[in-house]
């Protein structure tokens, strides 16, 4: 079916009074962005609905990029028709049969703006719920919770008809949670939290630690390329490199064993708020989940949290392993999550690390490194690069292996 | 020369030739390798792991690589046998398999499993009725073919699907090696198969590769022990070139589908025709939807198969007794057995195969050569 436009309908931003015009704005912005590979289309986010006018685009593909944006509750692919009546029983005909299956309920629901239009919304109904029983064989009328809503709005340029809708991704656009860092190892989790912390409006930067040669390009390139992936969610993401090598070697040398990783953490934690606070950021995001290794438990927390008041947030922290997992999967990260490739959280971890650390303990130990030396000389190697959706860092040879395959 | 035995094998495509040999010689660096080379054998590996999903609209995770048809049946019901053991140990299948299945589950039975074959009706196929009610507290697997390699039938597998649904802990396998590039994905890839298995030889690619897809969170216990390749459930350095050989040949086969199929259905319908007005032909693949578009089985009464092959090969035209499997072996088809046809006609079936590059020309020079030879066995009759 050739679609005309697509009607967009908002999540939860329609509650949220006064800064609704704001949401509306930035959802406006972040569907233009998302949009921006199609040509002649036209976005206008309006304050009850967000309409995209196709102009001939590829709806399939304007719909899969929808689907990835956030503030969006769902949305409909709808048909614009001339104001004649056998035109648009044509029309609402074919798209209903297009989405029947035997034993289907349906009813229709008629709004209208143009109220010079000749029938009014009870007679429409009437009219097109007619149509539509003697046309598709089988199918009847169900009011609650029928399985076909069939929509028919009579505007002042024409009639738009839409069969179908959409789920979207729900949360709130991207930008207006304000903005965060979010640290991003690799791993299974932080791609989640990552995805969760966007769900909620939030702009992430993302900060993620490289040990050469103890990590591998491949690592840095494995997230990059994660955070390429999770680029569409808000069109673009910036990632910062924070060379790591020299802090984890001196805490290696210097720190008893059993502290290596509480207070390589804090370092971590450290330049992090440091960049946050470069960055005018208001938050740190990272995928800990609670009790899952020995820097995630409670004890283990208020050590390393010990280095600031900034709020850290754990989107993750009450979720089983086998949750994660599952919006790994869904949001297409766990493939790239699960290549072997060491990162900076595996490659220093001793054998037996505390899991219950003693903070008088890990801030005397901490004290045996010079912190401020080492943490300007990691910050002024920091490298920042913007990433897009759909980079590509993992598979360089990938338009050449196109040619073979 | 015409080639109508595209079901015991296809003549590999020239560009994937093409591409097995510069894979061979470009990315020869093994995939489990931590350097660059390494690296990049991986990441073609992947691409084309990532292009099959894609084409056969799966996740990247469910497809593994095997050795083809046979390694990937064996595996399929062995390695579910295994893995499932603890939960029972009845396997259902049907009397028409590939011996790769069939040969698996009498492998089992000597195991001490339980098999239970599902009878056939004239067309070759099960019925979902007899399925259900073969089914038991202790049923582990089903394993039906999607297009039987001798006659063509299509199994019934939109109304199998209906009854595994409401058996969602058995695993189900298709064994698809006959079922690809012929119009039939959407029944084979329907959302409750749990294992479909293909060998790339005949769509096209080299021997000794083929696919499996495993649909995600199903276990099932690795046949080939090692070094942990393909996601830990099958070991040996990963056969790259044919890989990424295969990734293309399905590319290749795949493209326009729907209009190649309609081709094949009708060349095999104007041999079909043909052949069928003559008295002494019983056309076992009939003219009827539940076959599929590329095979024909049908016999001459009173001429061995054997005998009808080596003369149309005398006119550089060939087609085959039922299966190459057992064409050396002087069995009977299995499949015409299972169908209760008579052994005296069954010993006399032939059998041709499509692929999507015959034509119709091909067809009506099969037809010609036919009535000639037709003139021929009857005065030997």
Redesign the interface.
Known sequence: MEYSEIMVRYGELSTKGKNKKDFIKQLGQNVRKALSEFDGLEVKAQHDRLHVTLNGADSSAVMERLKGVFGIENFSPSVKVDKDLDAIKEVAVAMVKEVFEPGMTFKINTRRQDKEFEYDTYQMNNIMGDTILDNVPGITVQMKHPDIELRVEVRMNGVYLSGKTIQGAGGLPVGTGGKAVMMLSGGIDSPVASYYAMRRGVKIDMVHFFSPPYT?E?ALAKAKELTAKLAGYSGGIQFIQVPFTKIQETIKEKVPEGYLMTVQRRLMLRLTVAIAEMRHAKGIFNGESLGQVASQTLDSMQAINDVTTMPILRPLLSLDKTEIIKVA?DIDT??LSILPYEDCCTIFTPPSPKTRPDLEKTRKYEGYIDVEGLMKEALDGIVISEIRPGDNY?????DV??E?? | MIYFDNSATTKAAPEVVDTYAKVSANYWGNPSSLHKFGEQAFNLLEQSRQQIADLVGAKLSEILFTSGGTEGDNWAIKGTAMAKREFGNHLITTEVEHPAVHNSMEQLKQQGFEVTYLPVDENGRVSAADLRAAIKPTTILVSTMAVNNEIGAVQPLDEIADVMRDFPSIHWHIDAVQGIGKGLADKIFNDRVDFVTFSGHKFHAPRGIGFMYKRQGRQIAPLMAGGGQERNLRSGTENLPAIAAMAKALRLLLDGEDAKVKRQREIRLAILNHVAAFPNVTIFSKDLPVFAPHILCFAIAGVRGETVVHAFEEHDIYISTTSACSSKKHVESSTLQAMKVDDGIATSAIRISLDEHNTMAEAEEFNRVFDELYTQFEKLA
């Open positions: 591998s491949q999967e766990y493939d993992l598979n360089q040879n990938e292996f196109a073979l395959l």
